[in-house]
């Protein structure tokens, strides 16, 4: 059985003529939030974060290497991006022109679009410039990314190829009417149960962002046992991932960590994750620049009823082992006893 409480809510020309070319519908899924480097290419570092006013301008380096055993050619791709509509942190790249929410910065970017070749082994520094506008910026965050593709854009205005693809992130807090607005949408188990046999217990945290700037909400999950001891102490999104305004993310963590041998039977694997009894799940997290704080909590429950079985079993059998001990001295302890008295007789 689950106990629940919940506290707290509180550019260059060129530049833009090769977005503009891009497929308005083309869309572009990255597995994690903070893309990384293929086999073929390393980007470093792979994300920027800037806080800026309008009409500022910043400077900046992309570092590349091949490390590969052959040439590689890419071409570079200046987008937007935003939150997908799934939840796991995958964004969502799109060109200026769709820029439905006023948070994209593509056009401010501005970066040669000429090819690169880079030999095995060969490093490259790619320059790019962020020239913010004087005028009509919007305070908040905004978002863009820098593309190394393997294939050139269209000339025709179809999509580029996808197949081999890097991206270096740009996040830039435009200062102004800043609302970090943060929320716990959600803080439960992945898979819910009355009661768990054996660690680990995984559970999740669905943080929602309702401001206009980039939030990373991080903290600690807290277990206590039934009478108040702290037994761990998890960090929750120790990466200090982002959640984009408008969105929701969803961070897993958990406690006790899986075993995988498949050839371990129920018994060994409660034993070897073993817990018992009631527990209080803590989860306290802040965000944004003044530390806003907040908290849930959950309860649940361990019993790891296999062992216990076995436990309960061998201490039964250990038992009437000793009860037949004892009762089998007390008779021999007659026996000489009888045969003393019956010789003094």
Not at 260 to 287: C, H, Q, W
Not at 303 to 331: E, N, Q
């Amino acid at each position: 059985m689950e106990e629940t409480k919940k506290i707290g809510f509180n550019h260059s020309s060129g530049t833009k003529k090769t977005v503009l070319a891009i497929s308005s519908s083309f869309l572009l899924l990255i597995a994690v939030f903070f893309p990384r480097g293929t086999e073929a290419l390393t980007l470093s570092p792979p994300h920027f974060d800037y806080s800026l006013n309008a009409e500022d301008s910043v400077l900046d380096v992309i570092k590349l290497f091949n490390e590969t055993n052959s040439t590689e050619v890419f071409y570079p791709i200046v987008m937007n991006f935003g939150a997908s509509n799934n939840e796991d942190g995958t964004p969502r790249f799109y060109p200026a022109s769709e820029d439905r929410l006023g948070e994209g910065m593509a056009e401010w970017i501005s970066i040669e679009t000429n090819k690169i070749e880079l030999a095995p082994g060969g490093r490259y520094n790619l320059p790019f410039s962020i020239n913010l506008p004087k005028e009509n910026v919007k305070p908040g965050g905004h978002y863009g990314a820098i593309l190394l593709s393997s294939s050139p854009p269209s000339q025709d205005g179809g999509a580029v190829g996808v197949a081999s693809q890097l991206a270096t992130i740009i996040l830039v807090r435009v200062s102004g009417d800043v609302q970090e607005i943060g929320g716990i949408a959600e803080f439960g188990f992945s898979d819910p149960q009355p009661w768990y046999n054996h660690l680990p217990v995984e559970m999740f945290m669905r943080f929602e962002n309702a401001g206009n700037v980039h939030l990373k909400p991080t903290g600690n999950l807290i277990i206590e046992n039934w009478y108040g001891r702290k037994v761990a102490d998890i960090g929750v999104n120790p990466e200090a991932k982002n959640v984009l305004p408008l969105s929701i993310r969803k961070f897993v963590f958990g406690w006790g960590s899986k075993i995988s041998d498949e050839e371990m039977g129920p018994i060994e694997t409660e034993f070897r994750n073993f817990a018992l009894g009631k527990y209080t799940a803590r989860l306290v997290i802040s965000y944004g620049t003044t530390s806003q704080v907040l908290a849930a909590e959950r309860i649940f429950y361990v019993w790891p009823w296999r062992l216990m079985l076995v436990i309960g079993v061998g201490l039964i059998a250990l038992l009437i082992i000793l009860v037949a001990l004892k009762r089998a001295y007390d008779r021999s302890l007659i026996k000489k006893f009888s045969r003393t008295k019956g010789g003094r007789l």
